[in-house]
């Protein structure tokens, strides 16, 4: 079965700008959390939504937020975009109940800023 | 605090050796760890998973121990090979009322040379 697929894959903004991200989760998987990984900071936990509806929240500002669709498809915006905001940004999708079996990451989209 | 802390940072060793990486954790209340391996610019791909009753689990040529008493977990790796070049992360769950908590440490880095 196919996987986790975000898109794009690579990424180039400005400043100031906002960015829009997307990722399929595996099908019949309706848990989708969001990830940032940069180098200094190792992976950290933006948001997870669950049936259209964000269940856990990481330490981030408001400038990221996200959303998630009837069919279990997850975006994440992120709006007046910083340097710092240049980072590989992962999703991951998991089945209800098997939050931690089930838990599978996409490639991630490659974001920088500039 | 939940925290996750892996050591080493890097490593490099000569293909064919072994190696063992280490993760200790203070999370609470513990549901499972996980052990990923992550090739660069690539999304994780689960390689081990252990709840609180096991504490040893193999996959090839890896195998993950966990003493939940010390709270501390290792991978691994026997007869290294060059496409084990990667980032190992060790990630603790935790679970309150069906609700799950994902804690990420930072990686070791692990360079396999011919």
């Known amino acids: 079965k196919a996987g986790v697929t975000q898109t794009p894959r690579y990424l180039i903004k400005t400043r100031g700008q906002q960015v829009t991200l997307s990722c399929s989760p595996i099908s019949g998987h309706r848990s989708v959390s969001w990830y940032q990984q940069t180098p200094g900071q190792g992976l950290q936990f933006l948001f997870e939504?669950?049936?259209?509806?964000?269940?856990n929240k990481g330490n981030f500002p408001g400038r990221f937020s996200g959303r998630q669709f009837s069919n279990s498809r997850s975006e994440m915006n992120v709006s007046t975009l910083e340097l710092g905001d240049s980072a590989l940004y992962l999703c991951a999708s998991s089945f209800p109940g098997q939050g931690a079996r089930g838990y599978t990451f996409g490639s991630g989209t490659r974001l920088t800023v500039v | 605090k939940n925290q996750v802390e892996q050591s080493p940072q890097s490593l490099i060793i000569l293909e064919g050796k072994n190696c063992t990486l280490q993760c200790n954790y203070t999370v609470s209340p513990f549901s499972n760890l996980r052990w990923y391996k992550q090739d660069t610019g690539r999304g994780p791909v689960s390689l081990t998973i252990?709840?609180?009753?096991?504490n040893t689990k193999s996959n090839g040529r890896y195998t993950a121990t966990l003493d939940a008493d010390t709270k501390q977990s290792s991978l691994h790796i026997t007869a290294s090979q060059l496409s084990d070049s990667a980032s190992y992360i060790c990630v603790v769950s935790a679970t309150t009322s069906g609700t799950y908590k994902y804690i990420f440490g930072t990686g070791t880095r692990l360079k396999v040379l011919a």
């Open positions: 252990m709840t609180f009753s096991e």
């Open positions: 939504y669950f049936s259209e509806t964000q269940r």
